[in-house]
């Protein structure tokens, strides 16, 4: 972003410093077109500023992306407007359009391909992230299948305070990692830090891809995923629930939510409160980074959720929140209309 905006400053800054003595009759073909090169190349950088606009929890309200999106179009009328006056006068019709247009032809054409590509990383890694929740639903499945009912969030009552995700690894193909943690430690003890470390070659189960920021200043890995806790919940406080509990359907109740806006790490007991958080998606949170949203991701317009039957959906930032809210509840009566 930093390159994007001096890229986008140099046209400006080399036609108010320039000093203008001779004509442009008199100036040499060459620099005509190194003035357009540089013209595109502004041009260019500043339709990337919007293309490459971050997405994600924290980012700035619509309103000033709205503005700052205006500011660029105005700005890259101008690098056009500028490439226009210092087109070589006397050449005929069609070399000064051709001066005009190949430069930000080919810098336009360059512009595109690297949005492509960046697009279709985004959907990769969006994909990636479907995987990892479906993988944790069929955790979550055999984790019932086997107890009876599903995984209780970490509690109070509890001496020390354990994680679902550890009690789901061996649920996970992860039986040697469940057994190196030791439950008669705090999470973030000495003894467990080989676990809170672990960096599998192959990738983390319980992070997202599209996430900048995966690990804290120890080097422990940030969790994506987390189960939400609250009245009607699928995680209902003191307690375990079981298939039999989702009374308002399987296919119409969250059982885990991506918040990637939450820095919290995998092994840490701690996970969503709907007494803390407000019922939304990539709400703005106290800094960049941050969502106060239940729901917070770096997808674009939206985040994954994994429904308690066992599929994954991609809710929109523009989801109302009343039936964001029937969708958390498990057995509450809220009929979720239009999901």
């Given amino acids: 972003m930093v390159v994007l905006l001096i890229l986008a400053a140099v046209p ?9 003595k001779a004509s442009v009759e008199s100036r040499p073909y060459p620099s005509l ?7 595109g190349i502004g041009a260019v950088a500043t339709l990337g500023i919007a293309g ?17 999106l205006a500011l660029l179009s105005a700005v890259v009328a101008l690098h056009i407007c500028w490439a226009v006056s210092i087109t070589r006068p006397g050449a005929d019709l069609w070399r000064r359009i051709l001066e ?9 054409m360059v512009f595109f391909v690297l ?9 990769a890694r969006s994909a990636q992230c479907r995987g990892k929740l ?32 550890v009690d789901l690894l061996p649920y996970l193909d992860h039986i040697w990692l469940r057994e190196q943690y030791v439950d008669q430690a705090a999470w973030d003890a000495e003894e467990n830090r080989p676990v809170t470390h672990h960096r599998p ?27 939400v806790r609250g009245p009607n919940t699928l995680f209902p406080d003191g307690r375990a629930s079981r298939i039999k509990d989702v009374t308002d359907g399987t296919s119409n109740t969250i059982a885990i939510v991506e918040a990637c806006g939450r820095p919290i790490v995998w092994t840490e007991p701690r996970d969503i409160d709907l007494a803390e958080q407000a019922v939304g998606v990539n709400l703005p949170g106290e800094q960049p980074g941050r969502s106060r949203g239940v729901i917070s991701s770096y997808h674009h317009a939206g985040g994954h ?5 066992g599929s994954v959906r991609f809710v929109s930032e523009k989801i109302d929140p009343n039936l964001l809210r029937a969708l958390l509840s498990a057995n509450g009566g809220d009929a979720a209309v239009g999901f």
């Fill in 12 to 20: 400006l800054v080399r036609m108010l410093a320039r000093k203008r």
């Fill in 33 to 39: 077109i190194a003035d357009r090169v540089v013209a």
């Fill in 52 to 68: 490459l606009f971050p997405f994600g929890p924290g980012r700035m309200s619509p309103g000033i992306a709205t503005f700052l």
């Fill in 100 to 108: 005009v247009v190949v430069p930000y032809g080919i810098a336009g």
């Fill in 115 to 123: 949005i492509t590509v960046r697009d279709s990383q985004a959907g």
């Fill in 134 to 165: 479906k993988y944790l639903l069929f955790g979550l499945h055999n984790y019932h299948d086997v107890t009876g009912t599903f995984p209780t969030l970490a509690t109070d009552d509890e001496l020390p305070p354990r994680s679902w995700r």
């Fill in 201 to 227: 070659e192959s990738g983390f189960v319980y992070d997202c891809p599209s996430s900048p920021r995966r690990d804290d200043e120890q080097g422990r890995l940030f969790a994506a995923y987390f189960g």
């Fill in 305 to 309: 959720v994994g429904l308690a039957d």
